[in-house]
């Protein structure tokens, strides 16, 4: 499925509320739906909205801007070769969307989507300078997870944090499928990778994890996160914003449900 630019001008102005995370979810999105090929349109246009010479441009004048980078691809990196601080986080949080959604989407679809990343990743932003700030997460290519980051406890918190008080039942649901599902949630998902937020916090993931599931018609454990962000912090409007935002991708996508997507 082409992105058309139609598509990529109502994913930039669907809701001012979005401006900072449109990308984000909508890359989580496609990648969920198996459509890494639409990540180039969405991911240049980000990249062109966070430099400063197209700070203060229409949507429509970044978009054709987008098209002819895609177009002259060779000239990627010529576009982009003096990269600020915005664009080093945003390019760390994308490749943190994929990573944390592969729990919930499968490692084939997070590898096909980071590889695909990596084809159109500027080569300012393979190897960042880190004098920008030789402190922060953001400049690194890989990070501690484990060690010193590795927290059962936290993950634990994020658990019911997110689950709140039904946290319990699902957990003795799942140790009386398996125990072993259990433990490897807690110990590997929850604890290293979707509660580590030093790339992309509680509240961010929250809405990358509900992008993830809209494709994947599993409304029971859609239900269970679009609670949780509620939990985190977010607003009744807001959450339906995004899961709105997320389905119509999901319809671009060709993406069919048994029922309807629920809701909060």
């Not at 990308?23 to 459509?35: E, G, P, Q, Y």
């Not at 679009?226 to 671009?252: H, P």
Request: hydrophobic residues 40%; glycine residues 4%; aromatic residues 8%.
């Amino acid at each position: 499925m082409p992105l058309s630019n139609d598509h990529l001008l109502e994913l930039m102005q669907f809701n001012e509320k979005l401006e900072p995370y449109w990308a984000h979810l909508a890359i989580a999105t496609v990648v969920s739906c198996n459509f890494p090929e639409l990540i180039p349109k969405i991911y240049i246009t980000r990249l062109l909205q966070l430099q400063d010479i197209h700070k203060g441009k229409s949507a429509s004048e970044v978009v054709h801007e987008t098209e002819s980078i895609l177009h002259h691809h060779d000239s990627l990196d010529t576009v982009f070769n003096d990269i600020n601080s915005e664009q080093i986080k945003f390019h760390s949080e994308i490749k943190e969307v994929i990573l944390k959604e592969s729990a919930l989407v499968g490692i084939p679809r997070a590898i096909n989507g980071l590889r695909v990343l990596s084809t159109t990743t500027p080569k300012s932003l393979l190897h960042p300078d880190t004098e920008l700030d030789p402190e922060s997460p953001y400049v690194s290519s890989k990070v501690n997870r484990k060690g010193k980051t590795h927290n059962l406890q936290r993950g634990l918190d994020h658990w019911n944090k997110t689950y709140g008080k039904v946290s319990m039942r699902i957990i003795n649901d799942l140790n009386t499928f398996y125990p072993d599902l259990w433990q490897f949630i807690i110990e590997d998902v929850y604890s290293d990778i979707l509660s580590y937020g030093e790339i992309l916090n509680a509240s961010v993931t929250s809405l990358v994890v509900i992008c993830a599931l809209i494709p994947l018609d599993v409304n029971a454990q859609l239900r269970g996160h679009l609670r949780g962000a509620l939990n985190v912090g977010w607003d009744r409007d807001f959450i339906d914003t995004v899961r709105n935002f997320s389905l119509m991708i999901s319809v671009w996508c060709g993406i069919r449900w048994k029922s309807d997507v629920v809701k909060l």
